[in-house]
């Protein structure tokens, strides 16, 4: 992510893997001539996180607008690994240390259960989003050594959630070179434009309306919601507005309430299974800060 001369925000460069149809992708997101939209949910951002939102919202009966300085699914949506990781960044230990147990459980639950979900719907809206189930395998780093990947193992048995503990044989006889790792399934990939680009026409054919691109230039709060104006003259007054903008925060939202970094991705062109380290196509990643992460 870099600045530019003018202030805006460059939340990718060279060219993405996700992003060899641009023109069908351009074509599907005519502007609309109507210029004001009324809604009951305003959401900035159509990235990966606003269709979620939007399929969510319209499924349940809402009217939305999406707002989106790039055309859908342009910025840091089209630089997504798309790892689809059921663990948190945080391991079971230290949530099990800050909050106790049985939240910790939960907790596990939701998110193994979120990613069967995404998979439901892609099966229920036959969304060609290249979605795979695939095992984790979570290799020992600098924040947990061989000793805490064994606790972390016990504790997620001891929650119900079935893996396995691999030391450094273990590793060795899969092509790896490590201390210890735990493998574990539940989790899954995909292609995140295909996936976001199918959840909004989902949601648009229930009636959602995208204006992309267009540049939110002012928020203003009113007694019934609030009221959103873009560069382009188009009003949209929602009872309830949700930031899906990722890096781009609007200035509205204060500088001390978030920290922006940046992460590099990097891609090759299709290469032979055989030759990939882990078992079954495994999302590969580190308990390490920063840490490496591959599929």
């Not at 900035?44 to 300085?69: C, S």
């Not at 106790?100 to 459980?105: E, K, L, W």
């Not at 079954?280 to 591959?294: C, H, N, R, T, V």
Request: glycine letters at 8%; one cysteine or more.
């Amino acid at each position: 992510m870099t600045k530019l001369d003018d202030g805006a925000i460059r939340l990718r460069s060279g060219r993405s893997v996700w992003l060899a149809d641009v023109a069908e992708h351009e074509k599907a997101h005519k502007p609309h001539a109507q210029r004001v939209y009324a809604a009951d949910i305003a959401i900035v951002g159509a990235g990966i996180t606003g269709a979620f939102l939007a399929e969510k919202f319209t499924r349940a009966g809402r009217t939305v607008v999406m707002i989106d300085r790039h055309a859908p699914t342009r910025g840091s949506t089209a630089a997504s690994t798309a790892m689809l990781l059921w663990e948190l960044d945080a391991s079971l230990l230290e949530v099990e240390d800050r909050m106790g147990i049985a939240p910790a459980g939960r907790i596990a639950a939701r998110c193994r259960s979120e990613v069967q979900r995404i998979g439901a719907l892609v099966r229920e809206f036959g969304i060609a989003a290249d979605l795979r189930p695939r095992p984790s395998l979570y290799l020992a780093g600098d924040k947990l050594d061989a000793v805490d990947l064994k606790e972390e193992h016990r504790l997620r048995q001891q929650l119900g959630i079935e893996g396995a503990y691999l030391d450094e044989q273990g590793l060795a006889a899969r092509g790896i070179v490590g201390q210890a790792a735990l493998l574990y399934p539940g989790s899954a990939e995909a292609d995140p434009v295909k996936l976001a680009r199918g959840l909004m026409a989902v949601a648009v054919k229930r009636g959602a309306i995208i204006i992309a691109p267009a540049v939110a230039t002012n928020y203003e709060t009113t007694l019934n919601g609030v009221t959103i104006v873009t560069d382009k003259g188009d009003i949209i007054r929602a009872q309830n507005l949700v930031l899906a903008s990722g890096y781009e925060m609007p200035d509205f939202v204060p500088a001390a309430r978030h920290s922006l970094a940046t992460s590099w991705a990097l891609a090759t062109a299709p290469t032979d299974a055989a030759c990939m380290p882990g078992p079954d196509g495994a999302l590969i990643w580190e308990a390490s800060d920063p840490y490496l992460y591959m599929r």
